[in-house]
T-cell receptor
């Protein structure tokens, strides 16, 4: 394991459900990220948090709502999703948000299926 | 527009054979380039990182090369093993505070 855990690993939800994805990092990092990985597409950055403050929101629909209660935990709250939201959702962390020399450590992902 | 293109999209090789994966990028300014390995059902794991001044870097049977002039990188895998079956993602960083630009990956399958 890379020190970043995600739960659940698999999630099937209907379009009217509300669910949450959880990410926890044990690396003492200050930055955390949510990515969406769809088949045959590059990873899409969704949100960036630095010291619990959201520093980036890449035009993500409001049906995705992130929460970062502390620098070790990150949540992604989901509601009224669409079938095209089915994807692998990856959480990552890094020492800071500076990309030069800063490796991002990824969790195993949550495979989300919206029915 | 910053882009990272990888080829081939997928590759099947016999165990023990070598292979080379390609990455072309248009990210500017350039800071560094990473190759990640992503096993099925797992998150990506970094294999190598290369800065502007580095031409080659090895990590066991993995050797990455970088030509900053032509904006090309390659990942060479020597004596492939079944455990090398995975997606390999090229990721370019364009500055100290910029976003990472990800390629779509090459899906490698090593067979007996």
């Amino acid at each position: 394991e890379t020190g970043v855990t995600q739960t659940p690993r698999h999630l099937v939800m209907g379009m009217t459900n509300k669910k949450s994805l959880k990410c926890e990092q044990h690396l003492g990092h200050n930055a955390m990220y949510w990515y969406k990985q769809s088949a045959k597409k590059p990873l899409e950055l969704m949100f960036v948090y630095s010291l619990e403050e959201r520093v980036e929101n890449n035009s993500v629909p409001s049906r995705f709502s992130p929460e970062c209660p502390n620098s070790s935990h990150l949540f992604l709250h989901l509601h009224t999703l669409q079938p095209e939201d089915s994807a692998l959702y990856l959480c990552a962390s890094s020492p800071t948000t500076r990309t030069g020399g800063n490796e991002q450590y990824f969790g195993p992902g949550t495979r989300l299926t919206v029915t | 527009k910053n882009q990272v293109e990888q080829s081939p999209q997928s590759l099947i090789i016999l165990e023990g054979k070598n292979c080379t994966l390609q990455c072309n990028y248009t990210v500017s300014p350039f800071s560094n380039l990473r190759w990640y390995k992503q096993d099925t059902g797992r998150g990506p794991v970094s294999l190598t990182i290369m800065t502007f001044s580095e031409n080659t870097k090895s990590n066991g049977r993995y050797t990455a090369t970088l030509d900053a002039d032509t904006k090309q990188s390659s990942l060479h895998i020597t004596a492939s093993q079944l455990s090398d079956s995975a997606s390999y993602i090229c990721v370019v960083s364009g500055g100290t505070a910029s976003k990472l630009t990800f390629g779509t990956g090459t899906r490698l399958q090593v067979t007996l």
